[in-house]
């Protein structure tokens, strides 16, 4: 690869981790909580490179596209992101809704890329089921690596969705702090994964080369293809909306900011003070040459209340309003966040729980309300946790509690509850997602609103290896199951996998892992190549879905 080619990498480093490496790491959980899972990209198994020509070939047909722009990059990443998630197209992989996932795989089963893009051909290019965002990134992440375009997964926490390029988006919740699901499409997720590729742009201003957006995740766009991008990182920072590919979308859906509405019994909207939501946190990527996570998040956008950051949103702005003027259609493209509302300064309410808390906990929360409005009010405050698709959807409202009290003029309470772990048990959701809120409403009518957010945590599941180890020696891993929970884990199954250490995927039955108490499994196993390898253990029962843990080890050469 020479140093004119638009993919050309400077850094030996870069080059190792985001062309070739095979073993990758997703974040997804809580901007407060980010917690880790792996991937396994599998971009140079020697069926997995047949299997992108044969998906450019298929896209390129299906698009009307000329195979003679294969050198360019932006050409390439188009042509993929169209395939990955677009029916009309046979594309790679059907999304699910929400519900039941019905003659498929759920998306949070799979372990790699390899099985999907293998089932995609084995059944005559038919999508396969099911994938949500990270697992079109990751599918796109192996592709793009297999055809040598430096690429890399990321996830941003707190994204608007569906925006359709407007800077504001709205949160609707009854009386009680229920979400409620009026505006279908567009919705702050909790977290969101797309993709990023390294290019430079001849089509575009010089400062534009380098790393670039890329979603393959549907949207729905005014006009345009469903996908997102390649959107220049530097543009989206800057405010660049004008630059080629959908840098506008991207741009609001770290930018937007959320203004939350309390439907009351009569159907009337009213504003909720206290309550803005900022977008685009905690942006994140596996770091070079290692498994921590790297905070990229001012790749994106300057510190949220600088004075850069004020000068963005202005150019944008003004962009935005030129392009209107101009445009014959109607219908805004890219709208501005409606002026703050004027919010009386009478009470302040905030939540306080942790980050994280491991499955089989009570969820302990702290409220404080003070009252600064000069005189006494009396207070109506309703707390409660629902649980939440990743997406924003609500899954069901689990619990709440509702409390009177009378505050004298700078006056505080604290208030100290506990949502029992009986009343999330069932109904916890395949996110692990609470979302615990307070309604605060005064004698003056007015209500304040606050909102948080927790990740409950699976059971630990370790692995061991034995110290040294050498490729073609046969030696024994050991994963061990704790069962924090006072119920039975029933039907456990664990499948293991490991490239150079087991041949595809393996799957053990443990049956049931009693309360209180450690289940240990040996694997038996002969590493055929050396170097670090990763091995990755998956466990399921009638409990839990998404448990997964990795290790990585050394294999001395034989």
């Not at 670039?212 to 405010?239: M, N, R, W």
């Not at 005064?442 to 304040?448: E, G, K, L, W």
Request: glycine fraction near 6%.
């Amino acid at each position: 690869m020479g140093q004119d080619d638009e993919v050309f990498l400077a850094n030996e480093a870069q080059r190792q981790e985001y062309i070739l490496n095979q073993d990758g790491v997703i974040y997804w959980g809580t901007e407060n909580a980010v917690l880790a899972q792996p991937w396994d990209f599998s971009q140079f198994e020697e069926d997995i490179v047949d299997i992108c020509f044969t998906l450019l070939d298929v896209g390129e047909r299906h698009q009307d596209k000329d195979h003679t722009q294969r050198k360019n990059p932006v050409y390439i990443c188009r042509t993929v992101a169209a395939m990955l998630n677009c029916d009309e197209f046979r594309g790679i992989l059907t999304e699910c809704g929400t519900r039941q996932y019905l003659n498929g795989t759920p998306p949070s089963k799979w372990l790699g890329s390899g099985p999907i893009l293998r089932q995609w051909i084995a059944s005559q290019c038919k999508p396969v089921r099911y994938g949500q965002c990270w697992v079109f990134a990751a599918v796109m992440c192996s592709v793009l690596r297999c055809l040598g375009i430096p690429t890399r997964v990321v996830t941003g926490f707190t994204w608007a969705h569906n925006t359709n390029s407007s800077l504001s988006v709205d949160e609707y919740y009854d009386e009680d702090g229920t979400l409620l699901t009026q505006d279908k499409n567009a919705r702050v997720w909790t977290f969101h994964v797309w993709n990023e590729c390294w290019m430079a742009r001849a089509d575009l201003l010089p400062e534009y080369s380098g790393w670039h957006a890329l979603d393959a995740t549907c949207q729905e766009k005014s006009k345009g293809p469903s996908f997102c991008g390649p959107a220049p990182v530097q543009a989206i920072k800057e405010g660049d909306t004008e630059a080629d590919y959908d840098v506008c979308y991207f741009f609001a859906a770290i930018n937007a900011k959320c203004q939350v509405w309390i439907q009351k019994t009569d159907h009337t909207l009213k504003p909720a003070l206290g309550s803005t939501k900022y977008t685009g946190n905690n942006i994140s990527t596996k770091s070079v040459d290692s498994e921590r996570c790297e905070d990229i998040t001012h790749n994106y956008k300057y510190p949220e209340g600088s004075f850069q950051e004020k000068v963005v949103l202005d150019k944008a702005y003004t962009k935005i309003k030129k392009l209107e003027a101009t445009s014959s259609s109607s219908k805004t493209q890219f709208s501005f966040i409606p002026t703050a509302l004027e919010e009386p300064v009478n009470l302040f309410i905030h939540l306080q729980l942790r980050n994280s808390l491991l499955r089989g906990q009570d969820v302990p929360l702290s409220i404080e309300v003070f009252n600064h409005s000069g005189r006494e009010k009396a207070t109506h405050l309703l707390v409660g946790a629902q649980s939440l698709h990743y997406n924003g959807a609500p899954v069901t409202q689990l619990w709440k509690e509702e409390f009177h009290f009378t505050l004298r003029s700078n006056e505080a309470n604290n208030l100290q509850v506990f949502v029992p772990y009986s009343q999330y048990r069932e109904e916890l959701g395949q996110d692990h997602l609470l979302r615990l809120t307070a309604v605060l409403k005064d004698d003056d009518s007015y209500i304040y609103f606050a909102q948080e957010e927790i990740i409950i945590c699976d059971p630990p599941l370790t692995i061991e290896f034995p110290e040294n180890m050498v490729q073609y020696q046969p030696s024994t891993a050991k994963i061990g199951l704790l069962n924090p929970l006072t119920e039975p884990l029933e039907k456990c199954v664990i499948v293991v996998a490991g490239r150079g250490l087991i041949y595809r995927q393996r799957k053990y039955k443990l049956g049931t892992v009693q309360p209180k108490s450690i289940q240990q499994l040996q694997i038996p196993f002969t590493p055929t190549q050396d170097g670090p390898r990763r091995l990755t253990a998956h466990l399921t029962c009638l409990q839990i879905q998404n448990l997964k843990t990795y290790k990585t080890t050394n294999i001395a050469t034989a």
